[in-house]
């Protein structure tokens, strides 16, 4: 009886669930782990203005500032992330100071 029913359960019930369940698809976050949330910020501020780019000129114009203060802000965050992973790194033993 118990073998009977796990190949019910196995053939009838589990092959129902993978094909009439519907799976939930995640997308990789493509965000690096160093940004923060001021990096978003301005990501989402480039976005926007990349969108209203073409209504005037005033609108390329901040398009253009907003890009280069997030990639000063991208370029800061990233140095001083791997300034933390040497210091850390260092400081466990993983890289000698001594060259």
Known sequence: MEEIWNNLKKNIVYENIERFVPHKILKKNSDHEYYNKEIKRLKSKVIKAYDRRKLAVHC??????????????????????????LKNCVNVGLISTNT
Do not use: D
């Open 60 to 85: 390329t114009e901040k398009l253009k500032q907003l890009s280069k203060q997030l990639l000063a802000a991208k370029k800061s965050a990233q140095e001083a992330f791997l300034k933390t992973i």
